[in-house]
T-cell receptor, first 110, second 115 residues
């Protein structure tokens, strides 16, 4: 069983649609991270959160610590949002190890 | 700051060859990591380091070695390359203080093919 599960694996949306990606985790965490990876590209951090909600432009991330669940929302989606979105959790163990979901591949069609 | 840099970007190896993937960060981060990313799988931890001179195995260390002689550099060595090591390799770093979590910064990745 993976420590971090994401859904859906693949998502296709029309430009302008509201998008939600879900993440569940099963370990104790110090924080939850949402990462973005463009095709053939590197990985960048979008959000790091340990409670509540954070917003950056059209992106919103929420976390429910009791339910061990997080969501990433994209409002008014745009083709440039097409990427793989990865949920990851950091832990308090010795190596500050991160566990990663398998990613959600998002395609936004104009 | 350049952040986390990795070289090379691409490499093709023959079975049995060896190589070193270089990783350097200029953010004075104490923690550094090597991951591999295979299609359809999440990033898997190969090795990590909590500071110069200290390294430890991750989830998938077999066939790899690391060293951390300085804070900045964390090279990954592949000995006797095998097709199963065909993957994209990412180096990452973060700062860590007791009770405080920081985000990870990733290098651009190295795409390695072993044939």
């Amino acid at each position: 069983k993976n420590e971090v599960e994401q859904s859906p694996q693949n998502l296709t949306a029309q430009e302008g649609e509201f998008i939600t990606i879900n993440c569940s985790y099963s370990v104790g965490i110090s924080a939850l991270h949402w990462l973005q990876q463009h095709p053939g590209g590197g990985i960048v951090s979008l959000f790091m959160l340990s409670s509540g909600k954070k917003k950056h432009g059209r992106l919103i991330a929420t976390i429910n610590i009791q339910e061990k669940h997080s969501s990433l929302h994209i409002t008014a989606s745009h083709p440039r949002d097409s990427a793989v979105y990865i949920c990851a959790v950091s832990t308090f163990n010795t190596g500050n190890q991160f566990y990663f979901g398998t990613g959600t591949s998002l395609t936004v069609i104009p | 700051n350049a952040g986390v840099t990795q070289t090379p970007k691409f490499r093709i190896l023959k079975i049995g060859q060896s190589m070193t993937l270089q990783c350097t960060q200029d953010m004075n981060h104490n923690y550094m990591y090597w991951y591999r990313q295979d299609p359809g799988m999440g990033l898997k931890l190969i090795y990590y380091s909590v500071g110069a001179g200290i390294t430890d195995k991750g989830e998938v260390p077999n066939g790899y070695n690391v060293s951390r002689s300085t804070t900045e550099d964390f090279p990954l060595r592949l000995e006797l390359a095998a097709p199963s090591q065909t993957s994209v390799y990412f180096c990452a770093s973060t700062h860590r203080r007791t009770g405080i979590t920081y985000e990870q910064y990733f290098g651009p990745g190295t795409r390695l093919t072993v044939t």
